[in-house]
């Protein structure tokens, strides 16, 4: 019995497993067992119900996050995007540009699947729109099957590893306190942390290394098996050099404009991302109202660009003493400019509201927005018991204990990550399990902005891990009939072996993942 | 029995639906606010905590208020390994038992524990986050009860619906020959 007793951190884990499984919403599941068990600890003497009432200051600074301030906005713009046919044209374009190679199709799948990872970072909207468009394409043409759906799906998850992404705000929330956390513990007084834009920075050469490592799989394949992905044979029409760049070149300034402030330091995340899903609305707008004038539009693209000559030329700050007579001018100017720009953005709006898109826009961000917060409140309750019940003192010793030092804690770490992403998804992931597990790693000498690559890389792979990875999910539901579900499966695995190569290299050879940050952050 | 069950449900529905498609709203206000602000900073060189404040604002209601709707909607991710393929009368006493042993006892927990602050700080009205921002904390801070009653409106639908199908299973099997 007492056995039983001590153990209560260690049942309470074993029982959120079996639990999570019955198929009760997570969330809940998470804090009503955290509930269960702080009732239980009290009535054995475990557990002081009394720590209890940090709750609602955890509760409220999860809420008042300024970091985390940025996941709605970059949602928005997510769903924005997804809804305005951008992916459509870029995937017609590439497939004229690269159709007529060998494998053509499916490399042109994956530098897609990395334009759209740049500017929305939606797993799910990528995966349909390719699977729609470009599946039957590759069908058609007569790719192997597994091979075809492999590429839908692998591109899809890569809007998790590149920036920006939902996963690696979270990330960095979750590294950075994990870091602080360890720092506090090594009796150090005045803490670093570490910023979304180091982690953004830290993730973009290993995000484009895997775009790299795909895009080479498939060339390879193509080559050795040439009849698994043959040249087009149909024709995609002329490759008309006007249309590539009209396509190509607006959602190319937005990832500019939102990656270039965050990781130029010019921006915070929660600017940039007002920024990219004005943005999108833009790139949008046009499409779903192709009958309506474009100069609104026009007009306040160009206004944009007024602005931004003008205060480059002239001091606009208008909040001081003195403003000579020019700058006062330019000031006029630029406050005209301005009431051109909410034109614009009313008049998108106004379209998307008529076109019957900003409806759905605007109840997704708010039920993934509240997903996601629920989960971190969720988990925040969930470790405040562990924790009481000296679970991270349990896990800190059997951390430390593994044999073969730093490499066998880590190599448990990430395992216990990438089997837990068969059953799970990112925010489950990084809320439950990392909080525990990051300070102790931290703590035995790891550099925080590596470990948080590895586990990026790690944490993409949850999505396309069968059976429930969510670009497998949402495969399933776009893909024809003729592709089965042990199609999608097998062609996975070999993205799945490509990403743990990732890793390894990663692993190897730190400097992928830290260099881009070192040199953007000191 | 399984028809007052489903119609009380329904009723319950509409708490979470009036006020999650109202507050879906807000996304798009925060959009503007934050734009209107990142303008204001660098082309006019200003830039204020109240406007900063506001979006803050802005998204805590989002985020807090809408909880209830998404789990209306299905929005909260479940682990269907076993309950995607199950029938639906097994699907029901999942929702009706993890209502009653998880969702239920958390809310309470948070609405215990949140309680408390929630009273403290409309006593003495507190103040802004930082100097110069919204003086109505006590807002956000109640936003923390809020959140919990929400999902139990919206738990308490979900049982009760539940029910109805575990109610309207009975009776068939008994009632017909």
Known sequence: ?522 | MADLLERWAARLDTVNAAVGLTVRWVAVGMLVIQFASVVLRYVFGTSEIFVQESVLYLHAALLMLGAGYTLAVEGHVRVDIFYGEASPRRKAAVDLIGTLVFLVPACVAILRYSWPSMIRSWQILEGPISVGGIPASFLLKSLIPAFAALLLIQGAALALRSAAVLAAGTTRESGTP
């Open chain 1, 1 to 522: 019995m007492s056995l039983i007793v001590d153990s209560l951190d260690l049942i309470l884990f074993v029982a959120l497993c079996a639990a999570i499984l019955a198929g009760y919403p997570v969330v809940f599941t998470l804090a009503g067992l955290g509930v269960l068990f702080a009732l239980l600890g009290t009535a054995t003497g475990h557990f002081d119900l009394g720590l209890l009432r940090a709750l609602s200051q955890r509760v409220y600074s999860i809420m008042t996050n300024e970091v985390l301030l940025a996941i709605p906005l970059f949602v928005m713009m997510g769903v924005i995007l997804e809804r305005s046919r951008i992916a459509e044209e870029l995937l017609e374009e590439m497939a004229r540009l690269f159709g007529a190679v060998r494998g053509g199709l499916a490399v042109s799948v994956t530098l897609v699947g990395m334009l759209l990872a740049a500017s929305t970072g939606i797993v799910g909207a990528t995966v349909v729109t390719m699977a729609l468009i470009a599946l039957p394409t590759m069908l058609r043409n007569g790719y192997d099957r597994r091979l075809a759906a492999g590429a839908v799906t692998s591109a899809g998850t890569l809007g998790q590893i590149i920036p920006p992404s939902t996963m690696l705000i979270i990330l960095a929330e979750v590294m950075s306190s994990g870091y602080q956390q360890a720092q506090f513990a090594q009796g150090k007084f005045s803490v670093e942390t570490i910023s979304v834009g180091q982690v953004f920075a830290a993730a973009l050469v290993p995000g484009l290394m895997m775009v790299g490592l795909y895009v080479a799989w498939i060339l390879i394949l193509s080559a050795l098996r040439p009849r698994m992905a043959p040249p087009m044979a149909e024709s995609a029409g002329r490759v008309d050099p006007w249309r590539v760049l009209s396509v190509l070149v607006p959602p190319v300034v937005l990832i500019v404009a939102v990656l270039g402030s965050i990781l130029g330091g010019v921006a915070t995340p929660t600017e940039a991302a007002s920024v990219g899903a004005i943005g999108a609305l833009m790139l949008a707008a046009p499409r779903l109202a192709p009958d309506a004038s474009r100069w609104p539009i026009r007009a306040a693209v160009a206004a944009v660009i007024g602005l931004l000559a003008l205060s480059r030329l002239f001091d606009l700050r208008i909040a001081r003493q003195e403003i000579t007579p020019v700058d006062q001018a330019a000031i006029w100017v630029a406050i005209a400019l301005t009431v051109v720009l909410a034109w614009g953005i009313a008049v998108a709006f106004l379209r998307a509201g008529r076109a019957g898109v900003l409806k759905p826009v605007v109840t997704s961000t708010m039920t993934v927005t509240a997903m996601i917060f629920a989960m971190l409140i969720g988990a925040s309750l969930f470790s405040l018991v562990f924790r009481g019940l000296g679970g991270d003192v349990r896990v800190e010793e059997f951390l430390t204990g593994m044999p073969g030092g730093q490499l066998g804690a880590l190599a448990f770490v990430m395992a216990l990550v990438f089997v837990m992403g068969f059953f799970l998804d990112f925010v489950e992931i990084s809320v439950i399990v990392l909080p525990i597990v990051v300070p102790v790693l931290l703590i035995m000498g790891m550099d925080p902005i590596w470990l948080a690559v590895m586990i990026a890389i790690n944490l993409q792979t949850s999505f396309m891990t069968p059976p429930f990875g969510f670009s497998l999910f949402y495969l399933r539901g776009a893909a024809p009939k003729e592709v089965r579900t042990i199609d999608i499966y097998r062609g996975i695995i070999p993205f799945v072996i490509l990403n743990l190569i990732g890793i390894a290299l990663v692993y190897a050879v730190p400097t992928i993942g830290t260099w881009l940050p070192g040199l953007l952050f000191g």
